[in-house]
């Protein structure tokens, strides 16, 4: 079936523009989180929801970092009056996160990611 | 905080040899470790996990190994292969049950020599 699915793919900006990147979870997974991944290091955790609940925002950097997932499935990260500091690739994640026979565990499932650049 | 630490941040090894990565966490609830690899240019996937009631668990050439008293859990890899090549990130959290963020390790760069 089909993945995670994010766009743009490639998003190049001005300091001082908003972005609005997009995540498709797989359909039916509960979960769906934000990661912002610089190159070559971990994902860093940014926000989470469970259906549309946004649980945790702990990891957004500052008040221009918003996220939302109006009808529990699609998700938007918004950035306003970006910065050069933004710049990075941040990836979606979804898990199904229901109880799975066998005591298996839900994993989560990562998108492609955006590549986001801010001039 | 929540934080986990990984070493080492490279690692070379001839094709056959054995790799050894190890992280350690900060929170004391997680319980729950999964470890992603991320080939160049393409999006983490899941190779291995373990929960905290169990010390170890293998599967075929991989393995990873749990010591919740000191914080520690390692991925091993046996009979290393090029395809093995990667980025190998660990990650804590605190339910296997998908509905808690992970925390993950800075990532070791693992180089299998031919």
């Known amino acids: 079936g089909a993945g995670v699915s994010q766009s743009p793919r490639y998003k190049v900006t001005k300091r001082g523009q908003d972005v609005a990147l997009r995540c498709d979870p797989i359909s039916g997974h509960v979960s769906l989180y934000w990661y912002r991944q610089a190159l070559g290091q971990g994902p860093e955790f940014l926000t989470y929801?469970?259906?549309?609940?946004?649980?945790?925002k702990s990891g957004l950097p500052n008040d221009r970092f918003s996220a939302e997932r109006p009808e529990g499935s699609i998700s938007t990260l918004t950035i306003q009056r970006t910065e050069q500091r933004d710049s990075a690739m941040y990836r979606c994640?979804?898990?199904?996160?229901?109880?799975?026979?066998?005591?298996?565990?839900?994993?989560?499932?990562f998108g492609p990611g955006t590549r986001l650049t801010v001039l | 905080g929540e934080n986990v630490e990984q070493h080492p941040s490279t690692l070379s090894v001839q094709e056959g040899d054995s790799a050894v990565i190890k992280c350690t966490y900060s929170d004391s609830a997680s319980n729950y470790f999964p470890w992603y690899k991320q080939e160049l240019g393409k999006r983490p996937q899941l190779i291995i996990d373990i929960r905290s009631n169990v010390g170890e668990k293998k599967d075929q050439r991989i393995a990873v190994t749990l010591n919740k008293t000191a914080k520690h859990f390692s991925l091993h890899i046996t009979e290393t292969q090029p395809e093995d090549s990667a980025v190998y990130f660990c990650?804590?959290?605190?339910?296997?049950?998908?509905?808690?963020?992970?925390?993950f390790g800075t990532g070791t760069r693992l180089k299998v020599l031919a």
């Open positions: 990650a804590a959290s605190r339910t296997p049950s998908g509905t808690y963020k992970y925390i």
């Open positions: 929801f469970n259906y549309e609940a946004q649980q945790d």
């Open positions: 994640a979804s898990s199904p996160s229901k109880i799975l026979a066998g005591g298996s565990n839900n994993e989560q499932f």
